[in-house]
T-cell receptor
Framework: EDKVVQSPLSLVVHEGDTVTLNCSYE??????LLWYKQEKKAPTFLFMLTSSGIEKKSGRLSSILDKKELFSILNITATQTGDSAVYLC???????????FGTGTSLTVIP | GAGVSQTPSNKVTEKGKYVELRCDPISGHTALYWYRQSLGQGPEFLIYFQGTGAADDSGLPNDRFFAVRPEGSVSTLKIQRTERGDSAVYLCASSSDPSGANVLTFGAGSRLTVL
């Protein structure tokens, strides 16, 4: 059975800290991995990763994929209270069109 | 429209009632997905449309759930004889890639509460 596991489930940090969120997957026919940020309801897109070892970066956020070890990490440096959200990881397969989501990591950044 | 629009944003109903949830995707997006998200969980796939047809409905939990997209744009998720376990946020997403491999853009969701 295809599955996506995120860790930790929740995290509380202080402003300015750096955090690393993990997403591991066990799927057949991997196509791509996506990261989303969910603050209230609608998840908003952060990154799409398809190739190993190529870092995607946007401001203080960055992400990388390891297709050999089947995981991805999302790094956030110099965290701010506005980074508080649930971060979702999703995997898309080559076959079919389902995006399989993990349960998410709830990040709380306190001032 | 500019984004994915879902209505209603909140729906409270009684056990056994029928509900309809509507999704208006981004104009021109051919792929449309419905997901269900329970508290503390990630989105769970329900159904995927490519154009007017349901290309994959394997995520629908039982025959009380049904979805349509008659003209290839707006979609309606229909739930018959609602149960308390149906309470969740129902998310709709659309994509411009016919294969669905492009980034999903989500709506704000419809929160369903079954009393």
């Amino acid at each position: 059975e295809d599955k996506v596991v995120q860790s930790p489930l929740s995290l509380v940090v202080h402003e300015g800290d750096t955090v690393t969120l993990n997403c591991s997957y066990e799927v057949t026919n991997f196509r791509s991995l996506l990261w989303y940020k969910q603050e209230k309801k609608a998840p908003t897109f952060l990154f799409m990763l398809t190739s190993s070892g190529i870092e995607k970066k946007s401001g203080r956020l960055s992400s990388i994929l390891d297709k050999k070890e089947l995981f991805s990490i999302l790094n956030i440096t110099a965290t701010q209270t506005g980074d508080s959200a649930v971060y979702l990881c999703a995997v898309l397969l080559l076959t079919g069109n389902q995006f399989y989501f993990g349960t998410g990591t709830s990040l709380t950044v306190i001032p | 429209g500019a984004g994915v629009s879902q209505t209603p944003s909140n729906k409270v109903t009684e056990k056994g009632k029928y509900v309809e949830l509507r999704c208006d995707p981004i104009s021109g997006h051919t792929a449309l997905y419905w997901y269900r998200q329970s508290l503390g969980q990630g989105p769970e796939f329900l159904i995927y449309f490519q154009g007017t047809g349901a290309a994959d409905d394997s995520g629908l939990p039982n025959d009380r759930f049904f979805a349509v997209r008659p003209e290839g744009s707006v979609s309606t998720l229909k739930i018959q004889r609602t149960e308390r376990g149906d309470s969740a946020v129902y998310l709709c997403a659309s994509s411009s890639d016919p294969s669905g491999a492009n980034v999903l853009t989500f709506g704000a969701g419809s929160r369903l509460t079954v009393l």
